[in-house]
């Protein structure tokens, strides 16, 4: 009796647990928990390059704004050599057969070099050197970013290609949505204890605490590449047989023109929903006259949307359904999100724009796993594997998500200076000017990425229609 009431207890715990569902027998729970703990890592150093040492940079070492720019634009620029990294990782040639865990080790090797000599850096850059060399804070400064973003990116492809490798196609969708979360809860911890630690600010604190980061970065990582791969020794034959060129094998994957129109629908529909990642906050400061701890709350609420998101998508794409469709509802989503924030003006409605940051988390959500999970769904062709696929995936995401934010910035400063000398006429000349212009411009990218969408549906609606077209194999016949 007791031995059934606690496999009885073992089975509704599973069963409720939240994504136990995305266990397999190829990958079990426990490893998947343990896999995703590498984007714990990579969402904690997210935190410190976008958030913590920007506002660090700017408020306590009294940097220019442009200076912080560059420095943050810098991960970014690494961000399109994330399909090389993906095309390496699989055709990486071990004694062991090992493909992705020594990219997930020098990723993590990356990332904590770059956040450990970084604090160091800052405090050159900030005017406190013991010698006065030209450039010393600059140039360490933007190598400690290089660093650390080559160290993101290349653990991050690696361990989404792992876990693309070894989930089954059922349980594919439910792996990514829980990945994604564990992005945004490394992204929210970290963020939490990290501006907790770093509330009374000195020059030695902050060492101590990104120092920290780093060796908690790496710990994590360890724990996540742990007897994750299984080991396939290669033959000499194999180890010393040509490599196919990136060139070949980006060919090999665009060919047909799903791919590229899958990443160009990526690019176009991140740039839409990132535009205004930075302007949100102020907008309800400056245009709805909300107090800092209204405005606070904008990120929980787009947090909580977002969730909702992962897990929408999670369980629609688990029953069936097409991963473009999803796509194209999170963009209608998003397509209503961008009009409650604009409507929120005229009616001077703070709950109207709590609902479009809302909107704009589900719709990104839905989005962002239903792209990712039709990118880890590609057939691995002849020469092109996951990791290349899912390095296109992250180099286009990474890329639309910096441009999207410097052009948002551009785009609102340069209305706005129109709208005050009149050019636009006396009603226009208002702060709400620029950041209206940037959510249109986000709402006509919204309908520019349906357009690219659109074959992909269709294209997949075709096939639902007529799956006794297909040829028949022998992995048909019974066995």
């Not at 993906?86 to 770059?114: C, T, V």
Request: glycine share 10%; charged share 15%; net charge positive.
């Amino acid at each position: 009796m007791i031995m059934f009431r606690s496999q009885t207890l073992r089975s509704l715990g599973i069963r409720f647990m939240p994504f136990s569902d995305a266990a397999s027998d190829q990958l079990p729970l426990g490893q998947l928990l343990r896999l995703s703990l590498f984007q714990l890592s990579v969402g904690m150093a997210t935190v410190l390059l976008l958030g913590t040492l920007n506002r660090v940079m700017i408020v306590e070492l009294s940097l220019p704004a442009m200076l912080v720019a560059i420095m943050i634009a810098l991960p970014v620029l690494i961000a399109p050599f994330r399909a090389l990294l993906g095309f390496r990782s699989d055709n990486y040639r071990s004694a062991l057969g090992w493909k992705r865990i020594p990219y997930l080790w020098f990723g993590s090797l990356w990332q904590m070099g770059g956040l450990a000599v970084m604090p160091f850096a800052l405090l050159v850059l900030g005017d406190n050197p013991v010698k006065d060399v030209p450039f010393a804070g600059e140039v360490l400064a933007a190598l400690a970013f290089l660093m650390t973003g080559l160290g993101i990116h290349m653990t991050q492809t690696a361990g989404l290609a792992l876990a693309s490798d070894r989930a089954t196609e059922e349980t594919r969708p439910r792996v990514v949505a829980l990945l994604y979360v564990m992005f945004l809860a490394g992204m929210g911890i970290s963020a939490l204890l990290i501006g907790w630690l770093l509330r009374d600010f000195e020059p030695f604190r902050l060492v101590r605490v990104v120092q920290g980061a780093a060796i908690a970065g790496l710990v994590l990582n360890l724990f996540a590449l742990w007897k994750q791969e299984r080991l396939n020794p290669m033959s000499r034959q194999e180890r010393v047989a040509t490599r196919p060129r990136f060139t070949d094998a980006w060919r090999d994957f665009v060919d047909g023109g799903k791919a590229a129109r899958l990443l160009a629908t990526v690019f176009l529909g991140t740039m839409a929903f990132n535009m205004q990642d930075v302007l949100l906050e102020p907008y309800g400061g400056e245009v709805l006259g909300m107090s800092v701890s209204s405005t606070t709350l904008l990120t929980a609420i787009w947090a909580v949307g977002a969730l909702a998101g992962f897990a929408l998508a999670a369980g629609r794409l688990a029953n069936g359904t097409c991963h473009f469709r999803l796509a194209a509802s999170g963009l209608l989503t998003g397509l209503a999100a961008f009009c409650c924030v604009i409507l929120s003006a005229p009616f001077n409605s703070p709950s109207l724009f709590f609902a479009g940051a809302a909107l704009i988390g589900l719709g990104g959500g839905l989005f962002a796993v239903a792209t990712l999970s039709a990118t880890m769904a590609l057939p691995e062709k002849k020469l092109s594997g996951h990791g290349l696929a899912l390095g296109a995936w992250g180099a286009a995401q990474a890329t639309a998500i910096g441009l999207s934010i410097a052009l948002g910035g551009i785009i609102r400063d340069g209305v706005t200076g129109l709208a005050e000398t009149g050019l636009f006429g006396e009603v226009m000349a208002s702060p709400v000017t620029g950041y209206a212009a940037v959510y249109h411009v986000e709402i006509a990218l919204i309908f520019v990425t349906l357009a690219v969408l659109g074959p992909l549906v269709q294209q997949a609606a075709s096939h639902r229609r007529r799956p006794a077209s297909r040829d028949i194999g022998l992995a048909d016949f019974p066995t």
